[in-house]
Nanobody, 126 residues
Framework: QVQLVESGGGLVQAGGSLRLSCVASGRTYNSYNMGWFRQAPGKEREFVAAIGWSGGVTSYTDSVKGRFTISIDNAKNTVYLQMNSLKPEDTAVYYC???????????????????WGQGTQVTVSS
């Protein structure tokens, strides 16, 4: 069983930056494709970014392209989401997700992921 624990959320002013981290335990990290999703109050959970376990393939939702960067450190069992130029509309609970696959692929659908973290709150003030 894989456990995912997010950290790094908080309150930041518009234009600021945060880096979210997601540490995996319970299984080796290699061969786990990872993703970040978010859910704002009153809205459905949405895809933010994903990365294949090799680190060579990534995907982003259009609204964060050029501002967010996803990366993976298999030696540390950690995936990161660097968020720059934050906007009030980025306010949400951010969730880390993971799934095992023999292929390195950046899955954008939440149904592709078997494991989820508990979430970390990101609040961007205007």
């Amino acid at each position: 069983q894989v456990q995912l624990v997010e950290s790094g959320g908080g309150l930041v002013q518009a234009g600021g930056s945060l880096r979210l981290s997601c540490v995996a335990s319970g299984r080796t990290y290699n061969s786990y494709n990872m993703g970040w999703f978010r859910q704002a109050p009153g809205k459905e959970r949405e895809f933010v970014a994903a990365i294949g376990w090799s680190g060579g393939v990534t995907s982003y939702t259009d609204s964060v392209k050029g501002r967010f960067t996803i990366s993976i450190d298999n030696a540390k069992n950690t995936v990161y989401l660097q968020m720059n130029s934050l906007k009030p509309e980025d306010t949400a609970v951010y969730y880390c997700a993971g799934t095992y696959s023999s292929s390195s692929y950046a899955y954008t659908s939440s149904s592709a992921y078997a494991y989820w973290g508990q979430g970390t709150q990101v609040t961007v003030s205007s």
